[in-house]
């Protein structure tokens, strides 16, 4: 799956910018992809960045309509496929982290077909993977892992491409969820593979490469999330990392959308590593990325400074401040 | 999921017997749901049962034609499909463990609706399932997990409902893989389901029973095969089981299908108590199953005294002696 950027985010009638988390993260991280919004009556969202009809975003040279927005229930409100239709006659593709596949939708398929342009379902993939393999590849590979889900991993993903690639180093982000695949133009979805492909499908994520190129695989749930355990491991054993960081919530006690406790980073770091060695027998944590949001400055540099000393490896918060001690880590140790 | 039997087992025009291991697997172990066998010309397999046309087939009480076997490619050869039209036509439902959905094929699709009758495609899965919950159901559960893959996880389940029972426990095999499910009649291929939904489907494969009630889950992949351990580790952690059997095949020394070592039992047992600790922590193992079928009479019960002895719980080959030393541990150990 190759999505054509510049982007026009379209954001529907959306009650709030938080039903478009999705157009947020990608305008968040690449805004220079997203020339403009399309926003309906009665959308309350604003993604910042200007508004534009599908007509106007075609002639400002916008390749894709990303709708980047989900509403009640996941599925495609009657009243947004007129402007699907539209952009698709006005020369644009159509992407989407809808649950039911866009060709699914009679006018949306025959509009497609009709331009000749493509429609993207991030949240399926139609690649056939083969089952994983073990071997070994060439190529560096690191990958965020997570106390929980929903702790940062994808943001943690991204400021290391970024950091890394401020450096001069050879750093690709591997986009295994929706809004990554849609960040990056690339990547698979992997909690939508079958199950018997997730270790094939991280293995075809981050193939051969040369040996100073670094795979930043964007990770998913938790080792320790009794619904998505198996996807962690599967994608983990994949991806074959040679170093992993850990993402947390300091403030979370409950793990998200069950009723168990959350593991400590220290847990984290024991079982990644044990599960990891499988594959990769050299796999080593190279830092903490701690979302510190909930915490003020002072109580936010502690709890860093805490984790750090504890755990033996930098720890960061790469949205209020940076990953610059984590890609330091990962020179120092790798070269 | 639920296939109606008596079956009819539809051998093709396989080239051995080994071609029709799933058809031998069910006569294995629901001879009496098997009246019968239909060989095309040309077929080399036979399972044991009497050959069969579908009409008689239909007049002896057969409700299921299974396509016992596969073709090379996994797909369904021309020549097959005007048996499999006959079939529905003489009033049998048709299941199957092919790549491709029987209801993919035109003339197929159109006899089933035309008769009425039910395609069964045991590889796929239609049940829409949630996200594993982690929630603590009632009722005991026991897994079948292995060293490696294709180690007899599958018999041993079988062995441990059929023995169970005939002590008058409350069993129930609970199949997880595409022949399980013809020899149960109902169940799901695990490793068909979407990746996000491992152990949610593990959950709904045994739910809330009776206190007196055993699952007796069939067991998938292995926890240390890179290329299924996330299949095997969603499984674990959505079975919750009470107990496990450890599956193991003592001469071979490589993982199927991967440059991969075999682990040790105890590392399984270890790794396995670790992991499902998660989801139950009072999780133990209460036996070794051994596939001794390389080793001489007196070589296999010196290798399960052995196992027995080094782990301290009862070891046994079920299919060449039986699982009545497992089945005295787990009334030892929970009543």
Redesign the interface.
């Known amino acids: 799956m190759q999505i054509e950027h510049p982007y026009l985010m379209f954001l529907g009638d959306a009650p709030d910018t938080l039903a478009a988390k999705m157009a947020t993260g990608i305008v968040d991280w690449r805004r220079d992809w997203c020339l403009g919004q399309l926003r309906l009556d009665g959308c309350n969202a604003d993604v910042g960045v200007p508004d534009m009809g599908v007509r106007d975003a075609a002639d400002a040279g916008c390749k894709t309509m990303v709708v980047g927005v989900v509403n009640a229930g996941g599925v495609l409100p009657d009243h947004w496929t007129n402007t699907i239709v539209e952009a698709l006659e006005a020369g644009l593709d159509v992407a989407t982290g809808l649950h039911r596949r866009l060709s699914s939708f009679p006018r949306i398929a025959a509009a497609a077909e009709l331009h000749g342009r493509a429609l993207h379902d991030v949240r399926f993939t139609d690649e056939s993977f083969p089952?994983?393999?073990?071997?070994k590849r060439t190529g560096r590979r690191i990958i965020t892992v997570g106390t929980d889900c929903s702790c940062g991993k994808k943001y943690a993903a991204l400021a290391l491409e970024r950091d890394m690639r401020a450096r001069g180093m050879n750093a690709d982000f591997r986009a295994t969820g929706q809004t990554g695949v849609l960040i990056s133009g690339r990547g698979v979805a992997?909690?939508?593979?079958?199950?018997?492909f997730?270790?094939?499908a991280a293995e075809w994520l981050s193939p051969d490469n040369t040996p100073d190129h670094w795979d930043v695989v964007e990770g998913q749930g938790s080792i320790?999330h009794?619904?998505?355990?198996?996807?962690?491991?599967?994608?983990l054993?994949?991806s074959q990392p040679d170093a992993f960081v850990v993402c947390h919530e300091p403030t979370r006690t409950r793990m998200r959308?069950?009723?168990?406790p959350l593991p400590s980073i220290e847990q984290v770091i024991d079982r990644v590593v044990e599960?990891g060695r499988?594959?990769n027998p050299a796999i080593q944590c190279t830092g903490i990325a701690i979302n510190t949001s909930a915490l003020d400055e002072d109580a936010a540099h502690a709890c860093l400074e805490d984790a750090a000393t504890r755990h033996g490896v930098p720890a960061v918060d790469p949205m209020r401040f940076d990953m610059e001690a984590v890609v330091d880590e990962i020179q120092s140790r790798f070269g």
């Open positions: 089952t994983g393999k073990g071997h992997i909690d939508a593979v079958v199950a018997d997730i270790s094939g320790f009794p619904s998505f355990a198996g996807v962690t491991t599967g994608l054993h994949g959308g069950v009723d168990y599960l499988l594959t």
